[in-house]
Structure formats: C-alpha cells, structure tokens
C-alpha cells in the first residue's frame, strides 16, 4: 500500500512520483513486447529523451517498421515519438566484393 492507503501494483511507479517515471516504465514495458512479441525485433531502441520517445534500429521491411512505429505511437499517445527506425538492405548485390 502507498502513503494514501490505496494499494500499487507491484513493479508499478508509485503515485506522484512524476510523469518522467511513468514514461520510463511504458517504455521498458514496450521495449519487451516488442522484442518478444510476434514482432521479435531485438535490433529496436527505444530512448525517453524528456517527454520525447526516440526509436532507432534496423528492421527487415518496410512493414515491420510502421507496425512498431504504429505500436509505439498508440500505446504513449500524448507523447512525442520520433521513429528514426531504418529499413535493411537485403537486396542481392549486383558484382563482387573485392577483399584485397
């Protein structure tokens, strides 16, 4: 129980300890489901920069992106969220590499 008799979900951010706080712990949380989620991207950072998200990586497809992109604008609407998430080339390369 916290200070006002109301009990706190264990792990939860306790009242009034700033809104900061409260972005830092959505953040980790979506940080996890993204990673082990159906998305499973492991190669997506999601930085609180004030009141600010920034997403960076690298991701398969252009599909992938918006849908963590999507994902993560939905669940902290109210905040900003800059998704700098960038697209892997997987394309087949039209000559040799020269390694001498």
Known sequence: M?????ERTPGAPAAGSGAGVNL???VAHLRERIAA???G???VRLEVRGEA???????????CRD??????GSELAGHQVHCDIVVADATIPDHAEDLA
Do not use: F, K, M, W
């Not at 916290?2 to 109301?6: K, P, R």
């Not at 998200?53 to 599909?63: E, F, K, N, R, Y």
């Open 2 to 6: 916290n200070h006002h008799g109301q």
């Open 24 to 26: 830092e712990y959505r």
């Open 37 to 39: 989620g159906p998305l």
């Open 41 to 43: 991207e492991l190669g």
């Open 53 to 63: 998200v920034l997403l960076t990586g690298t991701v398969p497809s252009a599909h």
């Open 67 to 72: 849908d963590i992109c999507d994902l993560v």
